[in-house]
């Protein structure tokens, strides 16, 4: 009896939580977009500066930069190649959120190299109920899944001890 109010509630528990990933990847794309247009805003005003000031290129500027005598400068141009480099990393991010699936999501979301941007996205979550019908059957499997993995050592124990508490039938032959 006790076990199965104990495999409801975690079965309830788990479907709450596992809904809880689409509407993060959510907020987390959501964020990701925002940062996206921080950066796209200074390389544009970058590239814009190049042309004004006669580089065939950005690069051309920034390893122009580079080889200043003022440390400041040096350390200015460092900083803007790694913008543009992040550039590449920001879009791939936001087209996995956008258009990966359920576990494609999740394990962008959770990778350690992304543990700062999920902390920040975490403060301003609010749990709630994806409204999509493929985030809600997703969510359902994953926490029967989860929730069969979790029991399935438990009811193994129940039917072995069941099974050795039997009495041994004898056949005459």
């Not at 003022?70 to 480099?85: G, H, I």
Request: aromatic share 10%; with cysteine; net charge positive.
């Amino acid at each position: 009896m006790v076990v199965r109010v104990l495999d409801k509630v975690l079965f309830a528990v788990l479907f709450i939580i596992t809904l809880q990933v689409p509407i993060l990847a959510d907020h987390y794309r959501q964020y990701l977009s925002g940062y996206y247009d921080a950066l796209r805003d200074e390389v544009t005003t970058s590239t814009n500066m190049a042309k004004n000031h006669g580089f065939t290129s950005v690069d051309a500027m920034l390893d122009s930069l580079q080889q200043n005598s003022e440390a400041v400068v040096r350390e200015n141009a460092k900083l803007k190649a790694e913008r543009f480099a992040q550039m590449a990393t920001v879009e791939q991010g936001i087209r996995k959120l956008e258009h990966g699936h359920y576990f494609e999501k999740l394990a962008f979301i959770a990778s350690p190299s992304h543990y700062h941007t999920l902390t920040r996205v975490l403060d301003n979550y609010r749990p709630s109920v994806p409204l999509t019908p493929s985030s809600i059957v997703f969510s359902l499997i994953t926490a029967i899944l989860l929730n069969l993995l979790l029991w399935t050592p438990h009811f193994c124990y129940c039917q072995i001890k069941h099974i050795k508490s039997k009495p041994k039938r004898f056949s005459y032959k």
